[in-house]
């Protein structure tokens, strides 16, 4: 197996981590192993779309859900502040809704400096015990 998978408090998340191969030239690893992944998980999936984004200092994007179109997420960090990630199905931006990223009931233990450089619709988020579900 190239990754190691370790599940967390909230469900349906996990934790992956890639098996990384170096010597003095450098290293390798498998980003991902959709087979593998399956094997795994247990979680059968056709991602659609890669994304990728660089934050400045502080900057938290936030906890995004569509509730039409759902969208599974396979996040990677790269370094830093840096995330690439995976998606399967395509953004509906109308359908796209924000988690209150301070909610005490998720209990994130956000790295943070001072306060977050925000966008409005992550600063306007819902808690989640107000959030609208899936329709």
């Given at each position: 197996?190239?990754?190691?998978?370790?599940?967390?408090?909230?469900?349906?998340?996990?934790?992956?981590?890639?098996?990384?191969?170096?010597?003095?030239?450098?290293?390798?690893?498998?980003?991902?192993?959709?087979?593998?992944?399956?094997?795994?998980t247990g979680v059968k999936t056709n991602f659609v779309q890669d994304n990728h984004s660089r934050s400045a200092r502080?900057?938290?994007?936030?906890?995004?859900?569509?509730?039409?179109?759902?969208?599974?997420?396979?996040?990677?960090?790269?370094?830093?502040?840096?995330?690439?990630?995976?998606?399967?199905?395509?953004?509906?931006?109308?359908?796209?809704?924000?988690?209150?990223?301070?909610?005490?009931?998720?209990h994130i233990d956000w790295p943070l400096q001072g306060e977050p450089l925000l966008a409005a619709k992550d600063a306007?988020?819902?808690?989640?015990?107000?959030?609208?579900?899936?329709?």
């Amino acid at each position: 197996m190239t990754m190691n998978v370790t599940r967390t408090d909230i469900p349906d998340v996990l934790v992956i981590e890639p098996k990384v191969f170096g010597d003095d030239r450098g290293f390798f690893y498998e980003s991902f192993n959709g087979p593998e992944f399956e094997a795994l998980t247990g979680v059968k999936t056709n991602f659609v779309q890669d994304n990728h984004s660089r934050s400045a200092r502080n900057v938290l994007r936030g906890l995004h859900y569509q509730v039409r179109h759902p969208q599974g997420k396979l996040v990677r960090v790269v370094m830093g502040e840096v995330f690439l990630y995976k998606t399967t199905d395509t953004w509906y931006p109308e359908h796209e809704r924000s988690l209150l990223w301070r909610d005490s009931t998720l209990h994130i233990d956000w790295p943070l400096q001072g306060e977050p450089l925000l966008a409005a619709k992550d600063a306007g988020g819902k808690a989640l015990r107000e959030a609208e579900v899936f329709a």
